[in-house]
């Protein structure tokens, strides 16, 4: 089943984007295997800003999730729309409807991970990651400041969970006028500093491998005497939070990964199963809470 929706609105100053979550039947999973579609979108960039900038996101089918939910899930899309243009270093306000496909609103979600929506945004180059918890307006929805640091393209996954569903990821796009900064090469130190915090990225697999399951271990140590932090506070309820996404272009569903760290694990480590999809170079944030500051911790991996 396909279903690929572009609408072309005039709204003055707005930009809206329509994106599609999963449309993901259990049933039809165990019954069909697994399929993958990309639906590959051109960022229709209108010459004035009069005519809006509309995108679609990447939409999935049946496709495998990390998340182990089972259960009923209806397609889902999101629109995005800024309050302004948007500029490089201002925050901007979006506003975010999460719809049925026929564009009625959904009203009702479910928390998890003590929030009702997770709104991850990263520029296409990777560079740039931020984590926002968008506030709950009512019918479908969604508040949340923004900033976007550097002109170009971005995308924004929107993780959410209608009342009793699954969890659904809605892929937004979002253009930042001006030129785009060449990507800074690609650094595969498995050893960083961060602030006071120094962070070490191993995995059981001496060669991290498409499609197998592998365990991710972040050391994470004061930098002053390399002594293991011991002030690790859980974070959105756990004990650390990974995003994970797969370089490409154009970004889509299938390149985010939101992985759960596992419970238990020795002072100043933090676990996370996880299983890359295909190979390629991923980029990997790790989130840790040391006494109610938030570290990132950033690392590109080659999966092969
Ligand atoms: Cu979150």
Request: overall charge positive.
């Amino acid at each position: 089943m396909k279903q690929n929706v572009l609408k072309r609105k005039s709204m003055n100053k707005k930009l809206i984007i329509y994106s599609f979550a999963g449309l993901v039947a259990a049933g039809a999973i165990a019954a069909s295997g697994l399929t993958n579609s990309k639906v590959q979108n051109q960022d229709s960039q209108m010459p004035s800003m009069q005519h809006g900038d509309i995108s679609m996101g990447g939409m999935q089918h049946g496709e495998k999730s990390n998340n182990a939910d089972e259960g009923h899930s209806t397609a889902t899309q999101t629109k995005l729309t800024a309050s302004t243009d948007i500029a490089p270093k201002t925050p901007v306000k979006l506003l975010i409807d999460v719809q049925d496909s026929a564009g009625r609103a959904i009203a009702n979600f479910d928390t998890f991970q003590q929030k009702l929506m997770h709104l991850i945004v990263v520029s296409d180059n990777l560079q740039f990651f931020s984590h926002l918890h968008p506030s709950y307006k009512g019918n479908g929805s969604f508040e949340v400041e923004a900033n976007f640091p550097q002109p170009g393209s971005y995308t924004l996954f929107g993780d959410y969970k209608p009342s009793g569903e699954k969890e659904q990821v809605s892929v937004m796009k979002k253009q930042v006028a001006g030129d785009n900064k060449p990507a800074t090469a690609i650094d595969f130190n498995s050893t960083k500093t961060f602030g006071d915090t120094k962070a070490n990225l191993t995995f059981s697999q001496s060669k991290v491998k498409a499609g197998e399951e592998v365990t991710l271990m972040f050391n994470l140590q004061q930098n002053s005497n390399n002594q293991p932090v011991t002030d690790l506070q859980p974070y959105l309820g756990e004990r650390g939070h990974l995003v994970i996404l797969k370089q490409s272009s154009p970004l889509t569903r299938a390149d985010y990964i939101h992985a759960h760290a596992m419970k238990d694990s020795p002072d100043g480590q933090v676990q996370f199963m996880t299983s890359f999809p295909q190979s390629g170079k991923y980029k990997l944030w790790g989130q840790f809470n040391r006494n109610g500051k938030i570290v990132i911790a950033d690392f590109w991996v080659n999966v092969l």
